[in-house]
């Protein structure tokens, strides 16, 4: 079993929808918790990081937290054609420095 | 530059081959991270650099993959006897410091390597 599930997709919604993409762990250690997007033929770039379970609000986007279920979520509002990208969860222990990464969720926003 | 790169952005090499994959780091970032992302997949930790010297290896797969960063700025990672299975897009990350919890990886584009 891997450390970090994420589920692949693909995930297709249209213009405008909410969209709820989700990862679980399994190793009690993991403090920091990120979501990645990556466009295809790049790197991927940090949207959100959190710590502490719970909710953290940036713009369209929330990240949430809940670490007595090991379960962490985006959710992004009023989506965008320009939020089609894949997603990737990323957890660290503290004091680490190697990210470890779920499989990534694909999402396509239909206009 | 203004941010991370990569060279070459793709390397078809043959079965057996040695492969050599450069990565710039943002001007300043004393860290340095090698990942490793296969098809359809999340990326894989394969190596840290804090300056000149290798923090943490313990992704590296075995023992025909290396990498270096002499001078504590570029880095390349070595791949000996390539094997099918090292076919992946290998990614380069740094960050500032490397010894603050949830600081920032910068990622690069990535070099697409396949070996036939």
């Known amino acids: 079993q891997k450390e970090v599930e994420q589920d692949p997709g693909p995930l297709s919604v249209p213009e405008g929808a909410i969209v709820s993409l989700n990862c679980t762990y399994s190793?009690?250690?993991?403090?920091?918790f990120m979501w990645y997007r990556q466009y295809s033929r790049k790197g991927p770039e940090l949207l959100m990081y959190t710590y502490s379970s719970g909710n953290k609000e940036d713009g369209r986007f929330t990240a949430q937290v809940d670490k007595s279920s090991k379960y962490i979520s985006l959710f992004i509002r009023d989506s965008q054609p320009s939020d089609s990208a894949t997603y990737l969860c990323?957890?660290?222990?503290?004091?680490?420095?190697?990210?470890?990464f779920g499989q990534g969720t694909r999402l396509t926003i239909n206009p | 530059g203004a941010g991370v790169s990569q060279t070459p952005s793709n390397k078809v090499t043959e079965k057996g081959k040695y492969v050599e994959l450069r990565c710039d780091p943002i001007s300043g970032h004393t860290a340095l991270y090698w990942y490793r992302q296969s098809l359809g997949q999340g990326p894989e930790f394969l190596i840290y650099f804090q300056g000149t010297g290798a923090a943490d290896d313990s992704g590296l797969p075995n023992d025909r993959f290396f990498a270096v960063r002499p001078e504590g700025s570029v880095s390349t990672l070595k791949i000996q006897r390539t094997e099918r299975g090292d076919s992946a897009v290998y990614l380069c990350a740094s960050s500032l410091t490397g010894t603050v919890d949830l600081e920032t990886q910068y990622f690069g584009p990535g070099t697409r390597l396949l070996v036939l």
């Open positions: 190793n009690s250690a993991f403090q920091y």
């Open positions: 990323a957890m660290l222990i503290q004091g680490a420095q190697k990210l470890v």
